[in-house]
């Protein structure tokens, strides 16, 4: 709220939506990540790009999603190109913050995160099966997608 009213101090109008999203992914680099983001500093900017552009491929048409025969028409419309390019930009966001967690210079945070708890499960053998580090780097692209964003901002306006 108190960012909101900052930003109405200006005379230019105030996107409520994009802010929303900034505290929405706030909050989830908080939780999640263990992390907090400076307000406009380039990994904020890099991490808000990043799931930008996620979100647009989200809601994008896909033709091999309803006409698999039709997924040369996604390789000719670069949308192919597009979603290979963010995953592997994802992909080294959540090793970049897993390989941060597993530091052992890392000063030792207050509370753990989903990272540190799901690296700790991974270490005792918590599963009937090995969690490895892509299984971790999946629950964290699933728990903090821009799907989830976008609930968490339709919640936040109902």
């Known amino acids: ?28 680099c908080r939780v999640g990540f263990g992390k907090r983001y400076a307000e406009e500093g380039a990994e904020r900017n890099r991490f808000h790009g990043m799931f930008k552009e996620s979100e647009a491929l989200l809601t994008s048409f896909c033709f091999s999603n309803y006409f698999p025969l039709m997924g ?5 419309t670069g949308f192919h190109n597009r979603l290979q390019k963010t995953f592997e930009e994802l992909d080294v966001f959540y090793q970049e913050l897993i390989d941060e967690h597993l530091d052992p210079n890392r000063p030792k945070p207050n509370e753990k995160d989903i990272i540190d708890v799901l690296l700790q499960i991974s270490k005792d053998g918590g599963f009937s099966f090995d969690l490895t580090i892509d299984h971790i780097k999946v629950v ?8 989830n964003l976008s609930i968490t901002n339709s919640f936040l306006y109902n």
């Open 1 to 28: 709220m108190e960012k909101i009213g900052q930003l109405s101090l200006d005379s230019k109008p105030v996107n409520l939506s994009e802010a929303m999203m900034r505290l929405s992914s706030t909050i989830i």
């Open 72 to 76: 040369w028409v996604d390789r000719l």
């Open 140 to 147: 964290l692209m699933v728990t903090s997608s821009p799907l």
